[in-house]
């Protein structure tokens, strides 16, 4: 029986062999589901990062609305919403192609241009996938132009209650649509500073900082608001909201788990998770940061500064989500609380330089802390604190020298400033002929 | 060697192919995993979106309060949380299998019917594949379910401000429970607009203008406002806040990701992201041309025109998002935003049909923009203006007089709108008996 | 022809046989990937919850602060910020250890810990997959911590208006960071009341009642605001802005999808899909239960009475939402929306319990109802009654005893309750030094 059975080998081994091949077709049919529904949780992972990146400009319109004065308030929101308009519609035409040329270097590794407008390789509705098959490039595109206008809303801040709506508008599109891409490609695009081992998870320095700079700059070229720094003496001009504030604060650390989350470029659980932990262990660290700086330096704990805390945390945490332990991203939570609290009165008392909502505290101090920390705590020996500092540097010197000629070509010609009589009177009569609360009774600050 | 090789090739062939044999039944096993992850994804996705058009009903209640008065503003909230309660309540009812009646038509493909209540095939918790295997029943009922309260929702903007409160319940329950689904059926329900050719992605007929001819027969026999068209003059009555209306805005565009994403009906990625793609373009291309006309027409740039350009934008890519180009995208949402501030000015002064926010020009106008776009700018050469037209036609013909019969004849009988005194008191008081915002002083309008 | 065939039979079954052999080799890299797109897809559904969960505490940041007077609404936002931050940080050093002690029993089933801080036994970005290879160990820690803050959230708002700040926030550590995690393990952790076969889906009781005993303790001991019950009669103190309240709900339901989605603990369509229907439709029979008994005890439609009643809904499915029928949970919600108006009136002008938002009504009563609602409508006949009723009585003793210690410890040293000055005042000036709305004419009510 068992001879029997080894002579007939061949023949039963035939029969085996026949169907298993068959099997095995069919199970390609099978087994290319398992590729396709990797290819389909990445995609949806980006998708939903996608969403919380969008609606971080809602945080950003909410809580610079909210720490600013009602009677600009229209003017606030309305610069918000045309930001994001804007980054969308100026990526597609060329920022997108600015930031990620791919092969098309233009000057060294330094400035590429992969051409006008977007197109999917494989046609409008392609199933082609992207970046190692995880998402389709109108994933990469749309999730890259959300990021894009976030920039622009930095700089919105500290430039709020004063600047002409045009030449805001103006500003945004060429910082948005040029400089903005042009500086991402250095790292993202594979350019130079990605070469030299430079890290920037998701953009402590490739947003943040970029957008401080620009901050800066406006701030500086504009000037402080009317009556900020009267005879000597240093008013403070309360926001007219806390709970806009607030909303805006949560919606801002909620668009963060994208923005953090959706830089890891796929739904790979691990990194993913990771950087989820870190992020949120960084925001809460920073609140307990803040709110300690703030008890010790203003001995009542300011509201203001516990919520700029959690953004300090959430800036801080930016460079290096993937790359520190848990421990690491609360001590650069924490730390990047206490040094809000200080920046935001440094810059104030110190340096007078008027910045309503704490954005150059938030994103550029805590953005160049964020990427410097990289270097400090990372967990890849490759990350080196001397490559983490020149890339501050060199993103530094050319956003802020980018925006500062715009601001003052802008400034010399159609003029950045509205009329005394406009600031007092509030923006949002000024440049909208509207207000912002209909019917209620409200006490100018001026 | 080789030839001791070949000639022992059957017997080690038998070993290979017995294991290959085993290896295929095991991989089998592995591979089930590949079609129950793809069903797991194309159900989260889905989830995902019904979240979305959830929260597009916060987005609606925001936006619909912000824009009126703040002595009307506990009356909006209210209708606009009972009209989501009442949307899934009566779609559970009867509203799902109106829509979707399967094999149950009862005249023709006009009218059919599935029977009462909800059910899944296989049990509460059971593990049925729904829609090609994409979601479960559950999720197809719950997501459709979320976009039925929608269209009422529409109605509530333009009847703001005097209707009662008793008679829009009850316009609400026959609106999203009957009128709504009956008319779904004939496209979504695979009825016979679906056999005709007739196309809407997402809904901007089968949702918004369905809903806009609600607002607009509501607003005809209602009434303009007391006071808004006294004396042959036209009185501006200003939203009481801008924040309010914006953080609407910001979340029924957070929605649309699902009203348009999800629509797409499983979370293919191709489709998927495209369809966020144009979204999000139109949206943005609808902001520009909303800023562009305020800016020619009213001089000062608008911000609730901005806002309403952005969503007229969204509601005119909605019918095509799958089926234009991203350039006809862009155009689609330019024309929309031009479009809509048009409309929003002609319906006011020449028409003098009192909409307090601006949902006739929004989802009636567009609505109707949109669905002739497709038409006008598909690549699918199937798709046909003429039967495009028909459809706007057919569903206006219908849903119109629906609305008009239902407000008609609550007109005779218990009425629809509020007592003189009441409205100058606002429906806060009257209707609910609170304010909406305890201790601030307000000036009212009227 | 034939006959040579099966001769050679053996040796071309050979070629296939290797060719077999292969492919099958090859198909098991793809296979593996429908094992890894399972994971991934879990794991972002897990992740989308935790988003959703975060997102609670804005919503009752804005309830609780809509919810009450403009001039406490500073300290109101900042006790939920610095709950949330709080919540995560005690989590990651003890809590996640206290109610997940895995085989770390100390004494019986009642109380285990696993060691101080969070690590994942695969290193910091380990690919480990946890809870049967669904999700990551990163996941399940910090959907859990977004889960813990919530009970503490609860207390915040019954003892809204006159809790001295430090001692809330130490209130706070003790209860998120040791009370409520103890209590967890009791049955999530496994423990005894697990082993006795209690259910609690998603935390009717281990969340909501739980908050809803320390809330209760928190407002016997603090005593009624100022005026609330002078001379016998009771004063109604309105909260100061219903858009805000309104947010919170919407807010809350929104994250209640991820609060009773994510406790699935994986995206299997089937119980995820259904465990969503039936928290929308009891939120959304909450809502008509709460409208029916408002219009009948206070014959206006209370918007709060509205909003809470859909909260009941909520708190109240969440015990028993994946194992009772749609009607069932229907029939629950609706209980819930009757219960909660009859509950705040009864607390209010019977047991004069001074309970600003509504948060005993809400989440212990309602709490205590899911949990009961169990023993009565549950599907599953090894869920009881008796059961339920010794779990609701095991939690009420031991999370009323420890809030009642806490409180009163508080109480004999550095006290818990403001000043009567700075109560008439306002807490945001007297705790925070700032003003919730800067430039607004408001009427204190006091």
Not at 423 to 429: V, Y
Request: aromatic share 14%; with cysteine; hydrophobic share 55%.
């Amino acid at each position: 029986m068992v001879i029997n059975f080894i002579e007939k080998l061949p023949k039963i081994a035939g029969i085996f062999a026949v169907a298993a091949f068959f099997c095995v077709l069919s199970s390609f049919a099978e087994a290319a589901t398992g590729d396709e529904a990797m290819f389909r949780v990445n995609n949806t992972w980006m998708m939903v990062s996608t969403f919380l990146v969008f609606i971080m400009h809602l945080g950003f319109a909410a809580l610079e609305s909210g720490l600013t004065q009602s009677k600009n308030t229209v003017n606030i929101l309305f610069k918000n919403v045309s930001i994001l308009a804007i980054g969308l519609l100026t990526y597609t035409i060329c920022g997108f192609n600015l930031m990620y040329p791919g092969e098309a270097w233009v000057f060294g590794k330094w400035f590429g241009f992969a051409g006008w407008g977007v197109s999917s390789p494989e046609g409008a509705a392609g199933l082609i996938a992207y970046a190692d098959g995880n998402y389709t490039y109108w994933t990469d595109f749309l999730f890259q132009g959300m990021f894009a206008a976030t920039a622009a809303t930095v700089v919105s801040g500290a430039v709020a209650e004063r600047i002409k709506l045009k030449s805001f508008l103006i500003f945004s599109v060429i910082f948005v649509g040029f400089v903005y891409p042009f500086l991402g490609s250095w790292k993202w695009g594979a350019g130079w500073l990605d070469e030299m081992g430079f890290y920037d998870f998701a953009g402590s320095t490739l947003v943040h900082s970029v957008g401080g700079w620009g901050a800066l700059m406006g701030a500086i070229l504009l000037g402080p608001r009317l009556g900020k720094y009267d005879k000597g003496r240093i008013k403070a001009i309360p926001g007219h909201s806390m709970p806009l504030a607030t909303i805006g604060v949560f919606l801002l650390w909620l668009g963060w788990f994208g923005f953090n989350g959706g830089s890891v470029l796929s739904a790979d659980p691990g990194p993913v998770s990771y950087v989820l932990v870190t992020t949120s262990l960084a925001a809460a660290a920073g609140v307990i940061g803040a709110m300690i700086m703030s008890e010790v330096i203003q001995k009542k704990p300011d509201l203001s500064m516990v919520l700029n805390g959690s953004l300090a945390g959430l800036v801080g945490i930016t460079a290096g989500a993937d790359t520190v332990s848990v421990l690491s991203a609360i001590i650069i939570g924490f730390i990047a609380g206490l040094l809000v609290v200080v920046a935001v009165i440094f810059i104030d008392t110190k340096l007078r330089i008027d910045d309503p909502v704490g954005a150059l505290s938030v994103h550029l101090v805590c953005g160049i802390w964020g990427t410097l920390a990289v270097g400090l705590f990372s967990t890849n020996p490759e990350h080196s604190f001397v490559v983490q500092l020149i890339g501050v540097v060199a993103y530094g010197a050319v956003a802020a020298t980018a925006a500062f000629v715009i601001f003052a070509v802008l400034k010399a010609t159609i003029g950045i400033r509205v009329s005394q009589d406009e600031e007092k009177q509030g923006l949002d009569i000024g440049e909208h002929g509207m207000e912002s609360y209909a019917g209620f009774q409200i006490f100018l600050n001026q």
